[in-house]
Nanobody
Framework: QVQLQESGPGLVKPSQILSLTCTVSGGSITTSSYYWNWIRQPPGKGLEWMGAITRSGSAYYRPSLKSRTSISRDTSKNQFTLQLTSVTPEDTAVYYC??????????????????WGQGTQVTVSS
């Protein structure tokens, strides 16, 4: 059973870079045809897909966030990372990493993704 775990700072100042890492255990991010996703949920709002990376390292981004988002991977550590630049308080959210069998750009239900991390709260504030 694959497990995902997010890690990173819980507080980021405005205009700085938000950086989160997802550590995957129980399965390799390079040997299976899954998409490895970042999803967030701002307070009082629904789940928002941010982007994904494939086993080959191809990355896909939400168009509205593309200019500020970068997803990369470290295959030696079986991790993938989210970087979001120029953050504002509107980026305050619970951030999740998740696995899917296809590219899903709009989250309609959590079951679209077969594995989730527990989520990590990130607050953008000075």
């Amino acid at each position: 059973q694959v497990q995902l775990q997010e890690s990173g700072p819980g507080l980021v100042k405005p205009s700085q870079i938000l950086s989160l890492t997802c550590t995957v255990s129980g399965g390799s991010i390079t040997t299976s045809s899954y998409y490895w996703n970042w999803i967030r949920q701002p307070p009082g709002k629904g789940l928002e897909w941010m982007g994904a990376i494939t086993r080959s390292g191809s990355a896909y981004y939400r168009p509205s966030l593309k200019s500020r988002t970068s997803i990369s991977r470290d295959t030696s550590k079986n991790q993938f990372t989210l970087q979001l630049t120029s953050v504002t308080p509107e980026d305050t959210a619970v951030y999740y990493c998740a696995r899917s069998q296809s590219l899903i750009v709009k989250v309609t239900t959590r079951t679209d993704f077969d594995s989730w991390g527990q989520g990590t709260q990130v607050t953008v504030s000075s």
